[in-house]
């Protein structure tokens, strides 16, 4: 069930397999996937053990698994390249949205806070003013409360005001 939730399917394999051992367990592993619906989730493939293998077997490797990175989780050897390409995929699922939510659709914030935190938000007259980095997933959930890019520089000034409204005078004295 939590698979068919995830944003992102990272699939670790020993690469020092046979070939023909690796290939069966990548076509059991995408198999379960589609069996599950969750065969349209990103994965990133990692081909783990390269410690066990000479540099021509890692070239090898890779020229079959152009997409995969090689690593070892023993040494750490490629497990930066492989943090790189998890946040790669996490940033190329995400999109920037500019909305409007009405006070009586307010349920939908906390869905936003949970999957993709709102990164400001002003609760004005005509409902709450949000902009947020969002999933695939929730962009058909969020799109009528989608503004233009027009409206969305009127938000921000509107952001700025709210700020400005909330922070204390320059003279203030603030209780302890």
Request: net charge negative; aromatic share 4%.
């Amino acid at each position: 069930e939590e698979t068919l939730l995830a944003d992102l399917v990272v699939i670790v394999a020993d690469g020092s397999a046979e070939e023909v051992r690796l290939q069966q367990h990548l076509e059991a592993v995408r198999a379960v996937l589609e069996q599950i619906g969750a065969g349209k989730v990103p994965t990133v493939l990692a081909l783990n053990k390269s410690d066990r293998l000479d540099a021509t077997q890692k070239e090898q490797l890779q020229r079959r698994y152009p997409d995969a990175v090689i690593v070892a989780a023993r040494t750490g050897d490629g497990l930066p390249a492989l943090m790189e390409r998890i946040a790669a995929s996490f940033a190329s699922q995400w999109t920037h949205v500019d909305l409007v939510i009405p006070y009586a659709e307010a349920g939908l914030l906390s869905e936003l806070y949970e999957a993709g935190t709102p990164v400001e938000r002003a609760d004005m007259e005509d409902g709450i003013h949000a902009s947020a980095h969002l999933p695939e997933r929730l962009l058909k959930k969020v799109d009528r409360y989608r503004i233009d890019a027009a409206q969305a520089a009127a938000a921000a000034e509107l952001f700025a005001a709210s700020d400005e409204l909330y922070a204390p005078a320059p003279d203030a004295e603030v209780d302890a």
